[in-house]
């Protein structure tokens, strides 16, 4: 039975066409389940009784759970336990602008970066879509405001759970539905070339990250294995057709791992690779667990970093640091429960 929370508006509508009833009570259970906040079925009382008994018969609506919260001032980590008593997590952090959260969208991660706590524990299966939606409602509801924005770069890779993903978006961008602003909705890849390029032909204006993290195939093969498969120069070719498709800047992500791609070569290459390109750079201080050998740069070496970049006309800004006391690298708190 599929659960309420991860049908489109226009899918809903399709059903209740199927059964006969007019297509706006799609609307009308939107408006209860995202509006009002009302989860019961049969609190819908503009929708008649009967339609009300079928709606239950023919959907869940019910919640993952929250196991766990850690937070401090700028930052709340939620640990989600899942039906099948799987674990995710969900980090809603506040900035200058407002609320902004990160989904994840697998249990695990098949991508193996090496540097990534998630990336150590393999990916069990991918979120379902009202997984995802229900991250935001349960955190909305904790915290009794509304987010701004989402970032989806938890744990998983979210183009490698594309279908459910895209759900997602179009759930959570609904007028109807959580109403989030494409532009204030974010998609990262590791890379993976044929669903960015699928990601491009959406009718959808949300934002695309790409990690990048390494700025040569030499230390990101050995870093991300992806990059075996999906070259830098590849992935390169593939943001400049996706920003010439879309005409929008493209986000590279890049973590700053001590002594392995922070050098002021490595920001010379970066630049070398991203000149011309309608993107910015965000160099993100690494957040260090106890499993992985690699330590953050220092805040010295960052900012020569990103000198060097600005220097070469490159747009940059460097990522405030978020819960670095609260476990906040994305799948430590995870981790910790399986
Ligand atoms: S960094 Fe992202 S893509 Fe890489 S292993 Fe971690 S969750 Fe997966």
């Known amino acids: 039975m599929k659960n309420i929370y991860g049908i489109k508006r226009t899918d809903l509508e399709e059903y209740f066409l199927n059964i006969n009833e007019k297509k706006f009570k799609a609307l009308q259970v939107f408006e209860w389940l995202y509006e009002k906040r009302v989860n019961n079925f049969d609190e819908m009382t503009n929708i008649k009784k009967e339609l009300r008994d079928k709606l239950k018969e023919d959907f869940s609506n019910d919640w993952i759970t929250i196991k766990r919260k850690q937070e401090d001032k700028l930052t709340k980590k939620y640990l989600f336990e899942l039906h099948d008593n799987n674990y995710i997590e969900t980090v809603l952090m506040e900035h200058d602008y407002g ?29 379902e879509s009202y997984e995802m939606v229900e991250q935001i409602l349960l955190i909305e509801k904790d915290i009794s405001k509304r987010i ?14 594309y279908d459910n993903v895209m759900d997602f978006v179009k759930i959570i961008n609904d007028a109807k539905g959580i109403a989030i602003g494409a532009r204030h909705i974010t998609i990262s890849t590791c890379g993976l070339i044929p669903k960015i390029k699928k990601l491009s032909e959406e009718p959808l204006q949300v934002n695309l990250a790409i990690s990048l993290h390494v700025p040569n195939n030499k230390v990101r093969n050995m870093l991300m294995p992806v990059n075996k498969v999906y070259s830098i120069e590849e992935l390169i070719i593939t943001i400049r057709e996706y920003i010439t498709r879309t005409n929008r800047r493209v986000t590279i992500e890049y973590v700053m791992l001590d002594s392995v791609n922070d050098s002021l070569d490595n920001a010379n ?7 011309g390109l309608n993107v910015y750079v965000n160099l993100i201080p690494y957040n260090e667990t106890n499993h992985l050998e690699f330590k953050k740069s220092s805040k010295e070496t960052i900012r020569q970093f990103y000198d060097t970049l600005k220097k070469r006309k490159i747009n940059v800004t460097i990522r405030k640091e978020f819960g670095s006391k609260i476990d ?11």
């Open 148 to 161: 701004g924005s989402v970032v989806i770069m938890g744990i998983g890779e979210p183009l490698d759970n």
């Open 269 to 275: 290459e970066l630049a070398d690779l991203l000149h």
């Open 99 to 127: 609320l902004s959260v990160c989904v994840s969208s697998e249990v695990g991660c098949n991508m193996g970066c090496a540097f990534c706590e998630s990336g150590r524990l393999k990916k069990v299966r991918n979120l």
């Open 328 to 338: 906040a690298a994305c799948g430590q708190l995870r981790s910790k429960e399986v």
